[in-house]
């Protein structure tokens, strides 16, 4: 509705200009989220938030006609209501922005289900029986509903019953053979893909790996709403996409859970220092490399969805010497992949590592 009033009144620029302004408002939301609810102090926050939001994938999602930035900002809305007190008006975002994610696209699904599998373990947990029924009752009549105006709309339970293309059946949208084996190597490639990968425009999402492993050691309250719903986007983005690298702009299906590694990595450099000082840092490059291609798609230089690589910019052309090329796949491939991989799960592990012996208590002396 969001995008479809707009477009029959004004066109694509007033839609576009909807999109800016939930651009915003997930801006604004993922900053008060960051404050409010983890703790990071103002200056930080905005800071992290500011240089994330204004680079890639975000940005450009912010301003092209897709789903994925109204589903960040429902992902958003969830996690706020989820790390809040989680009374009437928070379960009645929530159950909106879960229902909601499924009607933008089904590939959201696993996330809806993920914020709503959190938020009904802590209705149970703190025994809100009558809250827990309420919620799991009105998400079940919400997945009927679904299901009976798909069906009748588009003859299957998703939109891509309706496609001439899949021939074989809705189902065939994740791909008529696929390779699951073969798509696990997207769990790095998402990242580090050279033409693909959202480190490759934005090397500060590489901080996400050490965010997630101190994390994991500190277990920070409301982690879980970061941690759970970011896996199933990813998850989705790795073994049922149908591909990670397509017609449109790097990094779009993850944009629907990005908001969660914004948060993730705010908190990891909520303490300032070093680890905000290479958050910036990093962040600035990727800023460098949004402006970029603003200017050289406005001259007509390039388009971000056909030849985005062609860029100029002297620092992505230099990075992406060391990113592996999955388009591509030769054996230095396999050696780059490896070597992210490798360095992607040792990064993890110290940094749990570094946070646990952060909070464990001194020991006495004997």
């Known amino acids: 509705v969001l995008l479809a009033l707009p477009m029959a009144v004004g066109g694509w620029v007033l839609a576009k200009l909807v999109l800016c302004v939930i651009a915003g408002a997930l801006a604004a939301l993922t900053l008060w989220i960051a404050v409010r609810r983890f703790a990071v102090p103002v200056a930080v926050a905005a800071a992290v938030v500011g240089v994330l939001s204004l680079s890639a994938p975000l940005a450009a999602y912010g301003s092209q006609v897709y789903p994925e ?5 429902a992902v958003a809305g969830a996690v706020a209501a989820l790390t809040g007190r989680l009374g009437r008006g928070g379960l009645a975002v929530l159950a909106l922005a879960v229902i909601a994610l499924p009607w933008l696209s089904i590939k959201y699904a696993p996330v809806a289900a993920a914020l709503a599998g959190l ?15 309420a919620l799991g009752a009105g998400l079940a009549l919400a997945a009927v509903a679904y299901v009976v105006v798909h069906r009748a709309i588009y003859g299957g339970v998703t939109p891509y019953a309706a496609g001439s293309y899949f021939v074989d059946g809705q189902l065939t949208v994740v791909g008529s053979d696929p390779d699951y084996a073969g798509r ?3 769990i790095t490639g998402l990242l580090v893909d ?41 998850f989705v983005a790795t073994f049922v996409a149908l591909t990670m690298q397509g017609w449109w702009f790097p990094g779009r299906q993850l944009v629907v859970v990005l908001t969660l590694a914004v948060l993730a990595i705010a908190w990891w450099a909520r303490g300032g220092g070093r680890r ?3 958050t910036l840092g990093l ?11 603003v200017v050289e798609a406005r001259r007509g230089d390039l388009t971000w969805v ?24 030769t054996p230095a491939t396999w050696v780059l992949h490896t070597a992210w991989t490798l360095a ?23």
């Open 69 to 73: 930035i109204v589903a960040a900002l």
């Open 119 to 133: 938020a009904l373990w802590r209705l149970a947990r703190s025994r809100r029986v009558r809250a827990a029924v």
């Open 184 to 186: 696990s190597r997207r």
């Open 194 to 234: 050279r033409d693909f990968g959202i480190a490759a425009w934005q090397p500060a999402w590489l901080l996400l790996v050490p965010a997630l492993g101190a994390m994991a050691a500190r277990r920070p309250r409301g982690g879980a709403a970061i941690a759970l719903p970011l896996a199933a986007g990813w």
């Open 276 to 278: 905000l000082a290479v």
């Open 283 to 293: 962040g600035a490059l990727g800023v460098v490399a949004q402006a970029f291609v």
């Open 306 to 329: 056909v030849n985005l690589q062609d860029t100029a910019n002297p620092l992505y052309r230099a990075w992406r010497t060391v990113l592996p090329d999955y388009l591509d796949v």
């Open 344 to 366: 992607a799960i040792t990064t993890a592990a110290l940094a749990y590592r570094r946070e646990q012996s952060r909070t464990s208590p001194p020991r006495r002396g004997g």
